[in-house]
């Protein structure tokens, strides 16, 4: 099994029935437009200081290959909704490919509330069939990337191995969730499928039953360490976790580690360590797993527990205090004859800015984040030493390169995050970042929030 087999067979049908619906509507009423559209997170999830980009290449790869297929077109037709519907536009759909321009904030980034992680530009029906597919690739793989940077940044240096396939919302997503802990700083994952497509390296120990399935614990570790004796991790905690250590030291300092699943991790990492020290195993690795998150490791590493490896799971996999992303794609933009209109929404709490946008960030002296500014298109703030984060990746319905590799992202990641101020970087009482809109667009908004209302009057 390949990362494609993991797409659903009909990219067409991949969509919620509205975007078909309203590209019907589209089809019929002739509208032919192109169109803009920004996807972004209204705000950022509880206890959130900053998210990570992530889920861009599937994406990509999604616009790419874009089809309706003949047996999802006789999907279509069967459905009573599209009974009144004309034979015209089925043709128009078994035709039709993204032929759109797409930019991007590049996977890796720390991004925040309100600045565009994808701008497409597309004929209106296009753009909006792939509302559906973007924010579901786009809003799971930044949740869980997100997630994973914050119990990585916890773990200040010591390695992280994602262990959620077990808990997660189905294997589909613990596939990609295994990339998106890996963009963040995860050393590995132990979901073999998801090493394999993506060159991510694997890890795993043995489960609780493995050891008790033998006569006795002695017997179980002497079987799977003359199996593997290079990559051997005993788990200590089945029975008496001090007395499994010292069983443990038969193995001698070729024993690659050792895990603890439960009980006081702190107290118990100290006494294992003085165990395996004593029987001169110092390259010995103790491993700590067992519904840890992030505040639970940063206790850990401050109270200098030695720890060296954490293995997560349902926390990373789901994001377990913040599972969902509301990340929106709204139309911000309708082009027609050389016209741009903007577009925006006046809803209560769900207000929009219209025209396309670039992200600006400035940059201190010694090169932190000082701040990021949402702008027009057209606005220029390199001269200021800002840098523009959106990227062109996709014209005319071709990537313009290929992805980068993931090591390549997990780099950016680590890098890009490093340049966030610690006060912004707090697992606990973070000061927002800071993040503002350019005049232009103020401007811009308030303009069009009186010609609405002007003729919201009239009717």
Same mark, same amino acid.
């Given at each position: 099994?390949?990362?494609k087999?993991?797409?659903p ?9 509205y975007?078909?619906?309203m ?12 169109? $803009? ?8 999830p509880?206890?959130?200081s900053?998210?990570?980009?992530a ?10 290959n ?21 034979d015209?536009?089925?043709e ?9 321009? $797409? ?5 890796g ?6 600045e ?15 509302e ?6 786009i809003?799971f793989?930044?949740l869980?990337a997100?997630?994973?940077?914050? $119990? ?7 390695g ?7 808990r997660?919302?189905? =294997? ?8 998106a802990a890996?963009?963040a700083?995860?050393i ?13 390296p694997?890890?795993g ?6 050891? =008790?399935?033998?006569?006795?614990e ?7 360490f003359?199996?593997?004796?290079d990559?051997?991790?005993l ?5 008496d ?6 069983l ?18 702190g107290?118990l990492?100290r ?7 004593a029987a001169?195993?110092?390259e010995t690795?103790?491993m ?5 998150? *992030? ?35 709204k139309? $911000?933009e ?7 209109e903007?577009?925006?929404k ?5 207000s ?16 932190? =984040? ?17 840098e523009?984060?959106?990227r ?8 313009i390169?290929?992805?980068?590799d993931l090591r390549?992202?997990q ?7 490093d340049?966030?101020?610690e006060?912004h ?9 800071p993040?503002?809109?350019? *005049? ?15 003729g919201?009057e009239?009717?």
């Amino acid at each position: 099994m390949t990362e494609k087999e993991y797409f659903p067979r009909d990219a067409g049908l991949s969509t919620d029935l509205y975007q078909l619906t309203m590209a019907a509507g589209y089809w019929a009423a002739g509208r032919r437009e192109r169109a $803009v559209f920004e996807l972004f997170a209204r705000r950022l999830p509880p206890d959130r200081s900053w998210l990570v980009a992530a889920g861009l290449e599937q994406a990509l790869d999604y616009l790419a290959n874009l089809r309706f297929t003949d047996d999802g077109i006789g999907h279509l037709r069967r459905l009573p909704v599209f009974a009144t519907i004309d034979d015209g536009f089925f043709e128009f759909l078994r035709d039709l490919r993204f032929t759109g321009d $797409v930019w991007a904030i590049p996977e890796g980034a720390p991004v925040f509330a309100g600045e565009p992680l994808l701008r497409v530009s597309a004929p209106l029906v296009e753009a909006q069939l792939a509302e559906t597919f973007l924010l579901s690739a786009i809003n799971f793989q930044t949740l869980i990337a997100t997630k994973a940077s914050r $119990v990585v940044r916890a773990a200040r240096g010591r390695g992280v191995i994602e262990f959620g396939a077990r808990r997660a919302h189905t =294997m589909g997503a613990a596939f990609y969730g295994a990339r998106a802990a890996f963009i963040a700083g995860c050393i590995g994952t132990s979901n073999v499928e998801a090493g394999r497509a993506f060159d991510i390296p694997v890890f795993g120990t043995s489960a609780h039953s493995f050891i =008790m399935s033998f006569p006795t614990e002695r017997e179980a570790f002497d079987a799977y360490f003359r199996l593997f004796p290079d990559s051997t991790t005993l788990l200590l905690d089945t029975y008496d976790t001090i007395a499994a250590a010292h069983l443990a030291t038969a193995c001698g300092p070729r024993l690659r580690g050792v895990r603890l699943d439960s009980g006081d991790m702190g107290a118990l990492a100290r006494d294992v360590r003085a165990i395996l020290d004593a029987a001169g195993m110092h390259e010995t690795k103790i491993m700590a797993s067992g519904d840890l998150d *992030e505040a639970k490791i940063s206790d850990l590493v401050s109270s200098g527990a030695p720890i060296d490896l954490f293995g997560v799971g349902t926390e990373i996999a789901t994001s377990y205090d913040a599972p969902a992303l509301g990340g929106v794609y709204k139309l $911000v933009e309708i082009a027609s004859d050389g016209f741009r209109e903007g577009k925006m929404k006046l809803s209560p709490d769900k207000s929009t800015y219209p025209h396309p946008k670039q992200v600006w960030r400035a940059f201190a002296d010694d090169d932190s =984040m000082l701040g990021d500014l949402i702008a027009h298109e057209e606005e220029d703030y390199s001269a200021d030493g800002c840098e523009p984060l959106l990227r062109q990746v996709m014209r005319g319905g071709e990537l313009i390169e290929p992805p980068p590799d993931l090591r390549a992202v997990q780099s950016r990641a680590r890098r890009e995050l490093d340049r966030l101020p610690e006060i912004h970087q707090r697992l606990r009482d973070a000061a927002p970042y800071p993040v503002r809109y350019s *005049e232009r667009l103020d401007a811009a908004r308030a303009q069009l929030i009186g010609r609405l209302s002007a003729g919201s009057e009239k009717r």
